[in-house]
């Protein structure tokens, strides 16, 4: 019972001294055919992570596919559909130095979203007219699950593979949640007492 209580009170120390705000958000995305728009049978697989520093203005993009039918020709990301996980919408980061015509690879690129060249100019003019504004405009859309990375190629010239990102909980969450579990079980413990 006392190691109980002892890992109890250390847990919630733990999610009590945790910082408030991450530096970073990670947010990931399964890419495949049946979720572009509209669906195709593509056997291409892939998987996307974009991690943000708001505070240094970067977004890192990390992006594996495979099983592509055709050679890529190009990789975007867009933002921001009508609602979460559905429709289309306008580029709004080309993907610089993307692998091109081939069907199976990786990418690693970080951005400065600063750096208007990171952008598709008309997402820019169409959110906010700055940088700033567009970064911003798009944490929102990823945020709220309305940006996908899409990867297209020769066969598909619209996208063979996309899917839409979603966040992963920073590692205080999960801490907070061990600790609430370990809380509840506790009480439960002492109930049965």
Request: glycine share 8%; hydrophobic share 35%.
């Amino acid at each position: 019972m006392k190691n109980f209580k002892l890992l109890t009170a250390g847990l919630l120390l733990a999610a009590i001294t945790a910082p408030a705000a991450a530096v970073d958000s990670v947010f990931t995305a399964t890419l495949n055919g049946p979720q572009e728009s509209p669906p195709n049978s593509s056997p291409g697989t892939g998987t996307a992570t974009v991690t943000i520093n708001q505070d240094q203005s970067t977004m890192r993009v990390q992006e594996t596919f495979s099983n592509l039918l055709q050679g890529t020709t190009e990789s975007h990301i867009h933002c921001c559909t009508d609602a979460p996980g559905t429709g289309t919408s306008t580029i709004a980061i080309e993907l610089k130095d993307f692998p091109l015509g081939v069907t199976n690879g990786t990418y690693d690129h970080t951005f400065n979203m600063l750096d208007a060249s990171n952008y598709d100019q008309a997402f820019i003019d169409t959110h906010g007219g700055t940088t700033s504004q567009a970064f911003n405009s798009l944490i929102a859309g990823i945020a709220d699950g309305t940006a996908y990375p899409n990867i297209h190629t020769q066969l598909y010239l619209d996208g063979e593979i996309r899917g839409f990102l979603a966040p992963i909980p920073e590692p205080e969450t999960y801490a907070m949640l061990l600790a609430g579990l370990a809380l509840m079980g506790a009480v439960a413990r002492r109930r049965r007492d």
